[in-house]
């Protein structure tokens, strides 16, 4: 393969389909995964026309489907440059209390443990190589705790932790180690947190203006074209109106 490749994860929708759109324009090959066939396959349309592509079906959670899909990539499609640690959601929105243990499983399962097995089968070629950049999406929610988001921010404070953990453990090989941190971005998400509820969805964004996925796309495309002295080693990007996870300027 001439081009660098790219491999994200959570490319069925919001940010990770953004950065596999950002980064083919920027001419990297694209390996996207995520559990929507469909989606994937309707994704290579979206590309521009010579981007090599190749998709991935497999649940996050399921550590064995997680290797045999990574596995089955073609000999010429190994050598991947660039991991975007992308997929994840909130699930649910409750006081601890009330929580659901489904709900937590669910995002320890996907947020942190997906995010380490992924992490498992393509870093051992970015050592041998000395070589790779891994972007892991962190959040707001890995730096402060808000009402009601007790697990999930638990998540994503494992994933800040664990992205500290892999710059320490993976500075001899010369492999860049980033965290990107968004605020509220307006994609499936919040649909996701509320298990399909349009109105509540549509209201986490009435008011301001959030972010979109592409803003965060930017952010990743502007990393990964660094020069190679150079790391954005954990950025916070946020929408104008937001100032912390609960103070949003809210208009009306
Ligand atoms: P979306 O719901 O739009 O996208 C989530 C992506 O994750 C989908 O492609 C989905 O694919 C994938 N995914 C979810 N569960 C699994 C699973 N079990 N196995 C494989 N893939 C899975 O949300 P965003 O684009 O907003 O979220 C992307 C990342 O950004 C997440 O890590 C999120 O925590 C983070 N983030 C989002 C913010 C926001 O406000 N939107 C703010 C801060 C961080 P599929 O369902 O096809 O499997
Ligand atoms: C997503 C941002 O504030 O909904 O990580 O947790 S927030």
């Known amino acids: 393969m001439e081009k660098k490749i790219a491999f994200i994860t959570g490319a069925t929708s919001g940010i990770g389909k953004a950065c596999a759109q950002y980064l083919a324009e920027e001419g990297f090959a694209i390996i996207a995964c995520g559990r929507r066939k469909e989606r994937l396959i ?3 349309t979206l590309l521009p026309e010579n981007t090599p592509y190749q ?12 290797y045999s899909a990574i596995d089955s990539l073609p000999e010429d499609w190994q050598k991947i440059e660039v991991l975007i640690n992308n997929a994840g959601n909130a699930h649910g929105l409750d006081f601890i209390q009330n929580g659901s243990e489904d709900d937590w499983d669910a995002m320890m399962d996907i947020n942190v443990k997906g995010l380490l097995y992924v ?5 051992p070629g970015m050592v041998e190589r000395k070589h ?9 929610a890995g730096k402060e705790v808000y009402p009601k988001g007790n697990v999930y921010c638990g998540s994503k404070h494992a994933v800040d932790a664990i992205t500290k953990g892999m710059r320490l453990d993976l500075n001899p090989y010369g492999i860049k180690v980033m965290a990107i941190n968004p605020g509220l971005v307006d994609t499936e998400f919040s649909l996701v947190r509320f298990k399909g509820d349009e109105d509540k969805a549509g209201n986490v964004y009435q008011g301001f203006t959030p972010l979109k996925a592409e803003d965060i796309a930017d952010v990743v495309r502007f990393a990964v074209t660094r020069p190679p002295h150079v790391v954005l080693a954990d950025v916070i990007v946020l929408p104008t109106a937001q100032a912390s ?5 809210k208009e009306g």
């Open 42 to 44: 309707e994704l290579k």
């Open 55 to 66: 998709y991935l079906v497999f649940d996050v959670r399921e550590k064995r489907a997680v």
């Open 119 to 123: 992490s498992k089968k393509i870093i």
């Open 132 to 140: 790779g950049q891994i972007i892991n999406i962190g959040s707001t």
């Open 245 to 249: 996870t609960t103070q949003i300027h």
